[in-house]
């Protein structure tokens, strides 16, 4: 039986913490974004990207 090759797949991983300061009479809100990205490529081409999409939402307080 013949053995094939696994192909790898490109890696990420993205790490949010998210902290809430208050400073004077203002509040902040404080995202830590830890971000890696790696691809290979044994023929062609590889691309490893850094980009990121954010949305931040306001969400109402009941009470």
């Given at each position: 039986?013949?053995?094939?090759?696994?192909?790898?797949?490109?890696?990420?991983?993205?790490?949010?913490?998210?902290?809430?300061?208050?400073?004077?009479?203002?509040?902040?809100?404080?995202?830590?974004?830890?971000?890696?990205?790696?691809?290979?490529?044994?023929?062609?081409?590889?691309?490893?990207?850094?980009?990121l999409n954010i949305q931040i939402k306001k969400t109402v307080k009941r009470g």
């Amino acid at each position: 039986m013949a053995r094939t090759r696994r192909r790898k797949r490109a890696s990420t991983g993205t790490r949010i913490r998210t902290f809430r300061r208050r400073i004077g009479r203002n509040r902040y809100l404080i995202i830590k974004i830890y971000q890696t990205a790696a691809a290979r490529a044994e023929s062609g081409n590889a691309l490893a990207s850094n980009a990121l999409n954010i949305q931040i939402k306001k969400t109402v307080k009941r009470g």
